[in-house]
């Protein structure tokens, strides 16, 4: 059990080396992600997937701590908070070494800049307790308890190994771009479907987010692009469709159009962060212009989250022309805004922990 790392000879181009999960060698990317694990199937099943899955997601370190003879979380996070490299560290506990270090040691983290934990906890009820202590031969301890010290350690919690994967991803892709967080939760959603948007808006309040309501002046913009007969929202749930329909009508490029729409709720000072949908088919997509699309979103300093639906393939094409330019595509409407939703709440953790601090 212990600690690997990429090839140093790699740390100018960031194109990373080879990586042995399994008895298989494959190559990754060299980036700001670090996991320490209680499961080898995490290091090695898992993580091969979503390597392969996100060829454009960076790793740094890979931690095992198995059944903690020799090290443990506490080691391990001691020396991946202190490294700047890292910004997003993942891990899987099923028992906690030394409980009042692990918080310690997860709110000195919250004083540094650009450096998040996320963790997935397993042992929380009786039966996955009764799994644990087969496993590791560790007991998990109580809810309440677990409760409790991730509370106090601030950690981002996700729920299951996916959650795990997704969450690092789109925090290591807001620290490689820059992006600016977000602090109250103010999102603007541009969508081709009034169905989407209406169980978007119920997504929205489930995890804490907001449509702000919009200024004359972004409305006025808006309105310059909407039919008369489907005038837009005066909160920030744009369908598009009306807008694409008169375009087409008066032989307007609809992604010009697009384009002064996601321009116009950018500049709103309450609007942290914009969602936009993309229909992706072999048809469709030869229309867009995605290299001037990207350019745009890469200078705005707000998070900008794609949604992708559509045709498999050209999904898959398109997501990897976003990724490659760390914006972060998904192809569930509740996976991006719960990922949004977690990068508010880390804000909030940090704010919150450096108060108590002063």
């Known amino acids: 059990m212990g600690l690997s790392r990429i090839d140093e000879s790699s740390d100018s181009d960031n194109k990373g080396g080879f990586f042995s999960g399994f008895g298989q060698f494959f ?17 090695g099943g898992y993580l091969m997937h979503v390597m392969t899955k ?23 996070l001691e020396y991946l908070i202190g490294d700047p490299t890292v910004n997003v560290i993942a891990i899987y506990l099923e028992s906690f070494k030394d409980p009042r270090r692990f918080i310690q040691l997860c709110r000195k983290a919250k004083s540094i800049p650009n450096k998040t934990i996320i963790l997935v906890k397993g042992g929380i009820t009786p039966q996955g307790q009764k799994a644990s202590l087969s496993h590791t031969g560790s007991l998990s301890g109580s809810s309440k308890l677990i409760d409790a010290i991730i509370k106090q350690a601030g950690v981002i919690q996700a729920h299951n190994f996916g959650e795990l994967f997704q969450f690092a991803r789109t925090f290591s892709m807001m620290y490689r771009a820059g992006k600016k967080l977000p602090k109250k939760g103010g999102v603007s959603l541009i969508i ?20 702000p309501i919009l200024s ?11 039919p008369e007969w489907m005038p837009p929202n005066r909160f920030a749930l744009v369908d598009f469709w009306p807008a694409m329909e008169k375009a087409m009508m008066n032989k307007t490029n609809p992604e010009v159009i697009r384009a002064s729409v996601f321009q116009a709720l950018l500049n709103e000072p309450d ?14 997509s030869s229309r867009y212009n995605f290299d001037s699309a990207i350019e745009k979103m890469n200078l705005a300093s707000k998070p900008i989250f794609i949604l992708l639906i559509g045709e498999y393939d050209e999904v898959r094409r398109v997501s990897r022309l976003f990724n490659e330019q760390d914006i972060p595509t998904f192809t569930n409407l509740e996976d991006m805004i719960k990922n949004f939703a977690v990068l508010v709440q880390e804000l909030k953790n940090k704010a919150k922990f450096q108060a108590f601090k002063n």
């Open 27 to 43: 190559q990754y990317k060299r980036g700001n992600i670090a996991i320490i694990s209680q499961s080898g199937m995490l290091n």
């Open 54 to 76: 996100y060829p454009d997601l960076g790793f740094r370190y890979s931690c095992s701590s198995g059944n903690k003879m020799d090290l443990s979380e506490i080691e391990f």
């Open 192 to 211: 081709g479907s009034g169905g989407a948007g209406t169980i978007a808006a119920d997504l929205t309040l489930k995890y804490g987010l907001n449509f």
């Open 216 to 226: 004359e002046k972004a409305y006025e913009a808006l309105e310059k692009v909407f």
């Open 271 to 284: 609007i942290e962060g914009v969602f936009n949908m993309w229909f992706c088919s072999k048809m469709f």
